[in-house]
């Protein structure tokens, strides 16, 4: 999808159609982490184990790195409403799948093609809001986008504890099926083509470098830590940076001819860069607090999956709803005023969580959980305005991309290092004699430190970034980055 001519950005655009968009991609991501509460019932229903069952989250994790590259190019050649049609298309039929599952692997392949629905939903949205939403109203704009984008999976693990109370697993899908199938309806009758389609070539190497070079380091990345990996992941991570590296170099090339699969001009954009970083850092510190919080209360703490599911939701709920008043704040203040309290309360929650043990009441676990959440409201919607404002309108759709791809790959290293510390933390206790319920909370308390010196990150990149959204420039090239607002 190019960029709108200077008529359309001259017209006060209708808002109104993202509504769909960030419903629609809300209901996609959901099923994201829709799953981590169901593995008991699936591992019993099909008489599989737990390495074997973790593929549902492994598989759906890899589709998504697989894919989101070639949506920089997907996106510039069809329409906005016939990439809404088939990424929704797509994922109704894989939902639909899962629910009539017979088997395992009937499961896991629906949960390949729910990934590559959601896969190319989340670019779609950020794209089309970048292109119709006008400068000074981007920050409140994307902060009721951080409910689709953020909220979604911190609400997976609630929802489906929900349903598994009171009903089969098959009822995640079933219950989704019909609400993504009504927000496509709608959402067709509603949303405009934006901008016009431009042909270009697919160039099936770049294709193929990018499938073999993200989705080795992906699959790498969540084997390592796992004491039941079929594989060892360091070999596959080495491969996939390997190939990664074949994949930039082509891309360089393809450049030159303006037909690369995805435009990497955008990373000579400082402010993109810094953003593209500090998202990573703070994807990394969410996904392994929403990793590591569900097993500790489930475990040392010997909650179940519901009284979990029930206690993190008031965080999620509370990100949610937090996200226009957050793009309210940013428009009128800055980033700053947001990031550096939410870089801080990031690092203060997880640090706190360090301190609690197999006895710990669930009234302190829940307000700590809450500032993580809150917290991160305050980061995520500056960074996204910040990162693709910088950017100039025909690189949107390739800057949304890749910060999809770099979303995925840090949120399975975060995963990974919290996990593997744990491990070590874990197992070292035991062979020094404490017992196993001891030995796991001194784990999870190397681990939640760990978290919470990763989160530092954010705070240091905070003042490296602009206080303000990136001014744009008329006509600039693509590789040039937009001059930056006066702050305030």
């Not at 968009?21 to 994201?32: H, K, Y």
């Not at 309806?185 to 389609?197: D, H, Q, S």
């Not at 990394?284 to 179940?304: I, K, N, V, W």
């Not at 937090?322 to 990031?339: E, N, Y």
Request: aromatic share 8%; charged share 10%.
């Amino acid at each position: 999808m190019s960029a709108p001519d200077s008529a359309t950005t001259s017209e006060t655009p209708d808002y109104g159609v993202l509504r769909w968009l960030v419903a629609a991609t809300f209901i996609v991501i959901l099923n994201e982490t829709l799953m981590f509460n169901a593995m008991p019932s699936l591992m019993d229903q099909f008489h599989v184990n737990e390495s074997t069952v973790q593929w549902l989250s492994t598989a759906f994790l890899l589709t998504m790195a697989v894919v989101i590259p070639t949506t920089g190019w997907f996106l510039q050649r069809v329409t906005t409403r016939r990439a809404f049609l088939g990424a929704m298309s797509v994922f109704c039929a894989g939902t639909l799948l899962a629910a009539l599952a017979p088997s395992f692997e009937v499961l896991l392949l629906a949960r390949v093609i729910q990934a590559t629905g959601t896969a190319i939903m989340m670019p779609l949205l950020m794209t089309t809001l970048m292109t119709i939403v006008l400068p000074q109203d981007r920050g409140r704009i994307m902060g009721n986008v951080t409910l689709a984008m953020s909220v979604a999976p911190a609400l997976g693990p609630t929802a489906s504890g929900l349903i598994l109370q009171f009903a089969s697993w098959r009822w995640m899908f079933v219950l989704v099926l019909p609400l993504a199938v009504l927000l496509a309806m709608a959402g067709l009758r509603r949303l405009p083509n934006v901008g016009e389609p431009t042909a270009s070539s697919l160039n099936v190497p770049s294709v193929i470098l990018s499938a073999i070079g993200f989705g080795a380091l992906v699959f790498g990345i969540s084997q390592i830590g796992n004491p039941k990996a079929p594989a060892p992941g360091w070999p596959f991570v080495i491969g996939g940076v390997v190939v990664l590296v074949g994949f930039v170099w082509l891309q360089l090339v393809l450049q030159r001819s303006d037909r690369p699969l995805l435009d990497l001009r955008t990373l000579r954009i400082r402010t993109y860069v810094l953003a593209l970083l500090l998202m990573g850092i703070a994807m990394m510190s969410m996904f392994a607090s929403m990793f590591l919080l569900p097993q500790y209360l489930q475990g040392p703490r010997g909650l179940t999956p519901l009284k979990t599911g029930l206690l993190m939701m008031p965080g999620g709920l509370a990100m949610g709803l937090l996200g226009p008043q957050v793009g309210k704040v940013f428009d009128a203040r800055g980033a700053r005023i947001l990031m550096v309290p939410g870089a801080i309360g990031v690092a203060c929650s997880l640090a706190a969580l360090t301190q609690y043990d197999a006895t710990t009441s669930v009234w302190v676990v829940l307000p700590v959980h809450m500032l993580l959440m809150v917290s991160l409201a305050g980061i995520f919607t500056p960074v996204f305005t910040l990162g693709l404002g910088a950017v100039a309108p025909q690189l949107y759709s390739h800057a949304s991309s890749l910060l999809g791809s770099f979303q995925q790959v840090a949120g399975a290293i975060g995963v990974a290092i919290v996990s593997s510390v744990l491990l070590s933390r874990t197992t070292s206790l035991m062979k020094d004699g404490h017992v196993k319920l001891d030995a796991e909370v001194g784990g999870y308390h190397w681990a939640f430190a760990v978290g919470a010196l990763l989160s530092l990150g954010i705070l240091v990149v905070t003042f490296l970034l602009p206080n303000r959204p990136a001014t744009p420039v008329h006509g600039a090239a693509p590789d040039e980055e937009l001059e930056p607002a006066q702050s305030s």
